[in-house]
């Protein structure tokens, strides 16, 4: 086999110039990856006790539970979907935690419950969604009544209970692993982080899950089972959005399945934030969590200066919209032609 | 050179350069396309002609230089800007959408703010007779463009452009999907408008095209226009060699070295196989080690069949089967399919081949992934290895793999949805028309590729819109006809004529019955009747 064509064009293979598009993707990855740094700033200047040891753990796991909660929120968005059922998914894992442990439970095998239950819901968020040709915004939210309604019927209304003591330390400011001072959530995310990277970079499925949210018709006639592929990302999204919300017993103490439903919106917004197009085909976990970081920073630095939760969500609101229409230019259909 | 006309040219580019960042895609572009003619624009893949049709319909506004309209200046700022200078465009890549009906499709983009509910009585009237005079149905204007074929879309796409005010008509490799007949329709309705002084700027690779149509041609190579010449000096021989800047490019052709293979050793077969519903049945064979054919007008059937031998459709009835180290294996599915060794490469690159968030090496190597690969995790230096091979095997420009793939030429696009098969190294290659807007000279250089393939044994079932094609390169030519396989040609038969006839089936001798060239035709009718 020897063959080669020849009939390219010479001058343009020598030269082999860097892409435009690249570049712009990459000048714009920049400004994505600088925009925690910015806010940082921002946030020392303003709110007083934020540039501590204590102050950046604190923000760093707030920055956990939410990275950990739009894990799955990235990855749906990748593949041209979105997962409303993720705040459910965290009522569910944070009321069983305390209920069942209250209920004398062990750890592990309450934790056991809480990865079956999960990997159904994500299971059949990626069922429904392949199968019946179903939107996923309409199959996750159905997913979301569901497991929230379930929850409430099996623990008869009465959620809350105890919480074991490691899992109050893990999110602790000044809780540490092996004698590192940083709490146990953070070291959860940076690991979650590793592997969800890994995959999304090195791994076959990792590049079917592009594909899939880049042209489905395509990607299957290119061997890959756009079932599979939804199944495992809603699965994975459910495991992480449960992780999240056994983290968030440790706070209050106390559980409620709602204690999820600000996660809606916020996994949303780190999503947006980091650049991730809705439409699917591109974008990475990194840049959701420079999202997470921006995000959970804003949010803190609104606590700071004292603006009430609904102005939050206002403002919020509007970086989303503005975001949304500075990255929202891209993919242009002159690019297609 | 051909001297100017003397009336003001109806477009004109002046001085054009056009960067894509650094790329740079045109460099001191001159066109000039006067009342009343048919403008030729060829040139090798990524020579710079799309984006030309793109700076002339307001898609993009060149880096430098001057786009002159009747004489003026003007600034082609959006679509719309071009269409109020009366340019309308039918674009390489066939953007049709499958949310709305074919009528909606046709009329995207006219309506105002408060959009009309149905398009009115009119503008279906005036869209029907379009379609009508291109020889297609007028249901592909009802239903979604989903189950479209490509040039059922085309179609779709053209009639976009016709039912709108135009004096210039571009045409980017518009014809490049459509089958023979609906083709020679169109270039009927072309040569209307060309009479009542309108121009059209004519796209394309296929040299039989150009020579029937085009008044004048601009050659254009490496984003420069090399020249424009006059209809009797633009012979074909004489445009390859300004395109490639060789001599001798119009002479090298590929002898088809066509062999008889053993009847006996089949490698997949149909048996009892109908395409669609109450369609007739019929047994084809595919030999070992040859290149088979498939010809056919559009709809008529060739498509469904390389998508059922493929396993990607499901036969209507009977059974497709390949040969598994000397047992029949059933197709059923194309997982299935590729699992016993069956690539196929999908007709509509848009649709069912490109990602176009994805690099140029993700395209590539999507479907083999999975060989450079232990525990689900791929050696990225292996696969870019062989992603490198393939591309240099198939001249795909630019050499980059981590070029966006939405940033090639729509030649080296296809090119790479080849290489992504290719990279199977299959046992049995079927290809749905490959070569849809690739140029001549890598047109046959890949057929001496398939050639060699198949000498190291690999088969070969090829469709082509082009009868030339199939000519050149295959062994046998199965044509279909009202979604059967009407005849096998091969050896002697394996003529112009022949193809020709038996892609109208029965109906070549109401066509052409003073014809007296008719032994083929007999034997045809004898086959049908
Ligand atoms: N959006 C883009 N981004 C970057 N480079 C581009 C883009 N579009 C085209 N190019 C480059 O510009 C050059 C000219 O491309 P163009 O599409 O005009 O070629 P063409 O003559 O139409 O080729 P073909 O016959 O294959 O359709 C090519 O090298 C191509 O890679
Ligand atoms: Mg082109």
Redo the contacts with the bound molecule.
Sequence with gaps: MSTTITHG?PS?AAASPP???RRTARASSVLVYLSPVAMFVVLTLTTPGVLSTTGVMSLLVLASVLGLAAVGQTWAVMIGGIDLSIPATIGMANVLVTTLYAEGWGFPRIVLLVVVVSLAIGTANGLLSSLFGLHPLVVTLGMASLVTGSVLVATDGNTGGDVPGFITDAVSPVGSVWGIGVPAAVILWLATLAVVLLVERRTVFGRRLYALGSNERAARLALVRPVVVRVVVYSVGALCASAAGVLLAGFSGGASVSIGDPYLFSTITAVVVGGTSLLGGAGTYARTVAGVLVTTMFTTLLVGLEIGPNMQQVMLGVAILLLITVYGRDRHV??RL | MSTPPLEPAVVELAGIT?R??P????SDCRLSIAPGEVHGLV????????????LLSGIMRPTEGEVRVGGKAVDLRSPAAAQRHEIVTVF?ETLVSDECSGLDNVFAGTDGIFRRARSGRAEREAAERVVASLGASPAILQSSPHHLSLAERQVLTLTRALVRPWKLLIL??ATSALDLSTRDRLFAVLADHRREGRSVLF?S?RMDELEILIDRATV?RS?RTVGTVGKDEATPARLLSMMSGRSDAGEHHVRAGARSRQAADVVLRGVDLSLVAQAPAFDLDVRRGEILGIGGLDGQGGSHLVEVLAGVRPTASGRVEVDRDGSWTRVTGYRQAFRSGIAYVPGKRQEEGLFPSMTVGDNLSMATLPRHARAGLFRSSSVLTRVREEMTRLGV??HDPS??I?????????KVLVGRWLAAEPDVLILNDPLR???LGTKRDFYALLRELTEAGTTVVMLSTEIEELLTCCDRVAVCQAERVFDVLEGEDLTYDAVLAAMFGRHVSDEQSSDEQSSDHDTHRKVTL
């Design positions: 064009d343009l892409p435009p598009k002159a690019q | 056009h894509y960042g790329t740079v895609a045109l040139g090798e893949n990524g020579s710079g002609k799309s984006t030309v049709v793109k390489q980017d490799e796209v690779h254009q984003g420009v630019p070029y966006p939405t940033g090639l030429s729509g030649g080296n696009a296809q807007g690739v140029d």
